[in-house]
């Protein structure tokens, strides 16, 4: 089992920055494959980022690449998202998604443990 805690989420405006943390309570971070998903009102859960076991690869959706940044700390089990340049698209709810693979997953569907999420606003 995996417990996932972020936090970082909060009010910011057009062309801002915050930084999510998605801390980890497990003895085996290494296993597992770390992304991030987000929820906008009305709408479905889609994919943000997701990264490797060792932080060596990533991949992101299309809205946000150049603008987003994930990373993990092994050693603090935790992964993170710094984002910059946010727009009010970028509203919503963030959550941290956990899977026990090698692969790069971009499906929801995949993950089998999550976080509570973190509420992200982004004013015009």
């Known amino acids: 089992q995996v417990q996932l805690v972020e936090s970082g989420g909060g009010l910011v405006q057009a062309g801002g920055s915050l930084r999510l943390s998605c801390a980890a309570s497990?003895?085996?971070?290494?296993?597992?494959?770390m992304a991030w998903f987000r929820q906008a009102p009305g709408k479905e859960r889609e994919f943000v980022s997701v990264?490797?076991?060792?932080?060596?690869?990533?991949s992101y959706a299309d809205s946000v690449k150049g603008r987003f940044t994930i990373s993990r700390d092994n050693a603090k089990n935790t992964v993170y998202l710094q984002m910059n340049s946010l727009i009010p698209e970028d509203t919503a709810v963030y959550y941290c998604?956990?899977?026990?693979?090698?692969?790069?997953?971009?499906?929801?569907?995949?993950?089998?443990?999550w976080g509570q999420g973190t509420q992200v606003t982004v004013s015009s």
């Open positions: 497990t003895r085996t971070f290494t296993m597992f494959v």
């Open positions: 998604a956990a899977r026990s693979s090698v692969v790069l997953s971009r499906s929801s569907v995949t993950y089998g443990f």
């Open positions: 990264i490797s076991r060792s932080g060596g690869s990533t």
